[in-house]
């Protein structure tokens, strides 16, 4: 089955910095990858997904790149917010959605 | 605003309990997942369900049944708890096998 990996699994930066967290997943049939964000208390929510025709995608602050060839993809956020802290995680989809472990991101102020 | 609404928030059970989770869904999914959560090993999948009466297992069945009687409703069942089925459980519902899901806010149960 599929199996998503996700690096790193706790991330700190300085608020206004960049972040980015990669995830690898190894069935080349997988056509859709979504991110969530997990908020303390909460349960995770989509921030942003890419399906395997597109290279990248943008929403303001938050991008999501694929490289299906070497099958990784990363989500990046640009001028980080103390309120961007949370858990975030990776998926991949084939017949039912893999997980990865979870990046824990601190954005200091 | 579209909802996935688990019953529970927290729960604190005794082993050898027979334990129900609920979840309701208001925006017509077909399908319904349930997942637990632990530190370090993210979402694993339990059961799911593409249809009523339909069920199927995730990757650790072990020890949970499922019950989807209603298109809006799936139960996850404990038949016996055991203090390592402590964790935080979540339900997700989606539209099609093609899109992404919408989370409940967890249910965070307590085995002693």
């Known amino acids: 089955g599929e199996n998503v990996e996700q690096h790193p699994s706790t991330l700190s930066v300085q608020e206004g910095d960049s972040a980015v967290i990669k995830c690898t997943y190894s069935?080349?049939?997988?056509?859709?990858f979504p991110w969530y964000k997990q908020e303390l208390g909460k349960g995770p929510q989509l921030i942003i997904d890419?399906?395997?025709?597109?290279g990248e995608k943008k929403d303001q602050r938050i991008a999501v790149t694929l490289n299906k060839t070497a099958k990784h993809f990363s989500l990046h956020i640009t001028e980080t917010q103390p309120e961007d802290s949370a858990v975030y995680f990776c998926a991949a989809l084939i017949n039912d959605m893999r997980f990865g472990a979870g990046t824990r991101l601190t954005v200091k102020p | 605003d579209v909802k996935v609404t688990q019953s529970s928030r927290y729960l604190v059970k005794r082993t050898g309990e027979k334990v129900f989770l609920e979840c309701v869904q208001d925006m017509d999914h077909e399908n319904m997942f349930w997942y637990r959560q632990d530190p370090g090993l993210g979402l694993r999948l339990i059961y799911f369900?593409?249809?009523?009466?339909?069920?199927e297992k995730g990757d650790i069945p072990e020890g949970y049944s499922v019950s989807r009687e209603k298109k809006e409703r799936f139960s996850l069942i404990l038949e016996s708890a055991s203090t390592n089925q402590t964790s935080m459980y979540l339900c997700?519902?989606?539209?099609?096998?093609?899109?992404?899901?919408?989370f409940g806010s967890g249910t965070r149960l307590t085995v002693v």
């Open positions: 069935d080349s049939a997988s056509n859709y």
């Open positions: 997700a519902s989606s539209m099609t096998g093609r899109n992404g899901y919408t």
């Open positions: 890419i399906r395997s025709n597109v």
């Open positions: 369900s593409y249809d009523v009466k339909m069920k």
